[in-house]
């Protein structure tokens, strides 16, 4: 079908066309007449995503994911937040309400749980596309009831979404304060074990006495270290008391007053003995006496030296009695400081139980105290931006609206009828339809001939 053609029978069967038109625009001005009108109230609410959690300080991750406000949308359009508004609204309480429930149920069911599908159905919740707003609106035919029903939907949001942030840490709560009781008993144990074990080993410093124990330790070590080179010395130089000659060297001998003192009465009584033998002989009476007089002195400083000689046994015997002595002392005060290393370790032991069962309390009780506060906040991240108020103009039905649509609509349905009619009943319309209904080329046009009145008389008069 060529363009011509399509206008050639839009010509030839115009009348149906507008009769077509005529009817679905009369019908569709009509029955917008005819429906009940209804009411559409809109509240905005702002939900705040990028404003620190009052409590922790820190702006949730879940709060800026992109299905956030999805999500939001789906609570809006629950059945909790739906039945919240039921029982806001009271329609468990209004005998119509009631009525009108039994009357479709039969009494089955919950009356929250019909009442919230019907009013879901008129519900009409759309997230911003570029901010964090959301806009709740309700189609009623009573403006007052649409707007109320639009407010409550807004409020019974914002209190769902408080209880879903409440109800988790009332659980949380619950849990860490069992957590806490626990943890503060092993706390207690740990530091009543702590002080026991202070109070067995007398530990009240951590490092006082211990330094105090390794000086007198570094101090015997240098004691018994004297004491080993004294013992050494005294035992060399009684070694040297049974040989004369050896004797006669030691230093006690050589530094003793009393020998310097016979030494040199000795030296003068030889001296004279030896002038007497040269000056008497030794047979004569004075070299005798003087003889006599120089062996008792020898015997005396012998003696002398036998004494002294003596006495360095005595030293030595003690040096060795002090050696063992230190030596015993030393090996204690070693026991005695390993001992108080073990001590500290097992101290050093039980002091990290406390702290890490220290540490373990306090975040629990952190954690205890913050859970405890988002229990019992009464905030909440999303605000009534604008409630609804009554509208004053109809949402629906739009007459102007409707009317264009039908006039489109009608338009397609009328030239559809046209076609319909003339694909029922094919005409020739023109040269084109000639040709294809004949399947032979046109070879001329025969202009139609234009009669006025009177010849038309003449000719109906002449037949």
């Given at each position: 079908?060529?363009?011509?053609?399509?206008?050639?029978?839009l010509r030839a069967r115009w009348?149906?066309?507008?009769?077509?038109?005529?009817?679905?625009?009369?019908?569709?001005?009509?029955?917008?007449?005819?429906?009940?009108?209804?009411?559409?109230?809109?509240?905005?609410?702002?939900?705040?995503?990028?404003?620190?959690?009052?409590?922790?300080?820190?702006?949730?991750?879940?709060?800026?994911?992109?299905?956030?406000?999805?999500?939001?949308?789906?609570?809006?359009?629950?059945?909790?937040?739906?039945?919240?508004?039921?029982?806001?609204?009271?329609?468990?309480?209004?005998?119509?309400?009631?009525?009108?429930?039994?009357?479709?149920?039969?009494?089955?069911?919950?009356?929250?749980?019909?009442?919230?599908?019907?009013?879901?159905?008129?519900?009409?919740?759309?997230?911003?596309?570029?901010?964090?707003?959301?806009?709740?609106?309700?189609?009623?035919?009573?403006?007052?009831?649409?707007?109320?029903?639009?407010?409550?939907?807004?409020?019974?949001?914002?209190?769902?979404?408080?209880?879903?942030?409440?109800?988790?840490?009332?659980?949380?709560?619950?849990?860490?304060?069992?957590?806490?009781?626990?943890?503060?008993?092993?706390?207690?144990?740990?530091?009543?074990?702590?002080?026991?074990?202070?109070?067995?080993?007398?530990?009240?410093?951590?490092?006082?006495?211990?330094?105090?124990?390794?000086?007198?330790?570094?101090?015997?070590?240098?004691?018994?270290?004297?004491?080993?080179?004294?013992?050494?010395?005294?035992?060399?130089?009684?070694?040297?008391?049974?040989?004369?000659?050896?004797?006669?060297?030691?230093?006690?001998?050589?530094?003793?007053?009393?020998?310097?003192?016979?030494?040199?009465?000795?030296?003068?009584?030889?001296?004279?003995?030896?002038?007497?033998?040269?000056?008497?002989?030794?047979?004569?009476?004075?070299?005798?006496?003087?003889?006599?007089?120089?062996?008792?002195?020898?015997?005396?400083?012998?003696?002398?030296?036998?004494?002294?000689?003596?006495?360095?046994?005595?030293?030595?015997?003690?040096?060795?009695?002090?050696?063992?002595?230190?030596?015993?002392?030393?090996?204690?005060?070693?026991?005695?400081?390993?001992?108080?290393?073990?001590?500290?370790?097992?101290?050093?032991?039980?002091?990290?139980?406390?702290?890490?069962?220290?540490?373990?309390?306090?975040?629990?009780?952190?954690?205890?105290?913050?859970?405890?506060?988002?229990?019992?906040?009464?905030?909440?991240?999303?605000?009534?931006?604008?409630?609804?108020?009554?509208?004053?103009?109809?949402?629906?039905?739009?007459?102007?609206?409707n009317t264009l649509v039908s006039?489109?609509?009608?338009?397609?349905?009328?030239?559809?009828?046209?076609?319909?009619?003339?694909?029922?009943?094919?005409?020739?319309?023109?040269?084109?339809?000639?040709?294809?209904?004949?399947?032979?080329?046109?070879?001329?046009?025969?202009?139609?001939?234009?009669?006025?009145?009177?010849?038309?008389?003449?000719?109906?008069?002449?037949?």
């Amino acid at each position: 079908m060529t363009f011509q053609q399509f206008l050639l029978i839009l010509r030839a069967r115009w009348l149906v066309g507008v009769a077509v038109l005529f009817i679905v625009v009369a019908t569709t001005v009509a029955v917008s007449l005819v429906l009940p009108k209804q009411y559409t109230s809109t509240t905005s609410v702002l939900i705040d995503v990028k404003s620190p959690d009052p409590i922790l300080g820190v702006t949730l991750p879940a709060l800026v994911t992109p299905g956030y406000m999805a999500t939001q949308v789906d609570i809006v359009t629950s059945d909790r937040v739906a039945q919240r508004v039921v029982r806001m609204l009271g329609f468990e309480k209004s005998p119509q309400a009631i009525e009108q429930w039994r009357q479709a149920t039969e009494g089955q069911g919950s009356i929250e749980a019909y009442y919230a599908e019907l009013l879901k159905k008129k519900l009409d919740v759309k997230p911003s596309r570029e901010s964090n707003v959301l806009a709740i609106g309700f189609d009623g035919q009573d403006p007052a009831f649409s707007a109320a029903v639009a407010n409550a939907f807004a409020q019974a949001y914002i209190d769902t979404n408080l209880e879903l942030k409440i109800e988790p840490a009332k659980q949380y709560a619950s849990w860490f304060a069992g957590q806490s009781k626990a943890l503060r008993e092993e706390l207690e144990k740990a530091q009543n074990k702590l002080s026991a074990f202070q109070m067995e080993s007398g530990i009240v410093a951590t490092d006082e006495r211990l330094d105090i124990e390794n000086a007198r330790l570094a101090e015997l070590s240098s004691q018994y270290t004297a004491i080993q080179a004294q013992r050494s010395d005294t035992a060399s130089r009684q070694a040297q008391v049974g040989n004369a000659q050896q004797l006669d060297s030691l230093p006690e001998v050589q530094q003793n007053s009393l020998i310097i003192g016979l030494k040199s009465e000795l030296a003068r009584g030889e001296a004279r003995l030896n002038e007497m033998s040269q000056r008497y002989g030794r047979n004569h009476p004075e070299y005798q006496r003087a003889q006599g007089e120089v062996d008792v002195m020898k015997a005396k400083l012998e003696a002398e030296m036998k004494k002294v000689a003596s006495t360095l046994g005595t030293s030595n015997r003690v040096n060795v009695q002090r050696e063992a002595e230190v030596r015993a002392a030393l090996s204690a005060q070693k026991a005695r400081v390993l001992e108080l290393k073990k001590q500290r370790d097992d101290l050093a032991v039980l002091q990290r139980e406390v702290e890490s069962a220290q540490r373990a309390y306090d975040a629990v009780a952190q954690r205890f105290t913050q859970t405890t506060l988002e229990s019992q906040t009464t905030q909440t991240n999303i605000v009534v931006l604008t409630p609804a108020i009554p509208p004053i103009e109809p949402s629906s039905p739009n007459i102007l609206l409707n009317t264009l649509v039908s006039i489109f609509l009608g338009t397609l349905l009328a030239v559809g009828t046209v076609l319909l009619l003339e694909l029922l009943d094919q005409r020739v319309r023109g040269d084109d339809d000639l040709q294809q209904l004949l399947g032979v080329p046109v070879l001329g046009l025969v202009s139609a001939v234009k009669f006025n009145k009177s010849a038309k008389r003449a000719r109906a008069a002449a037949a």
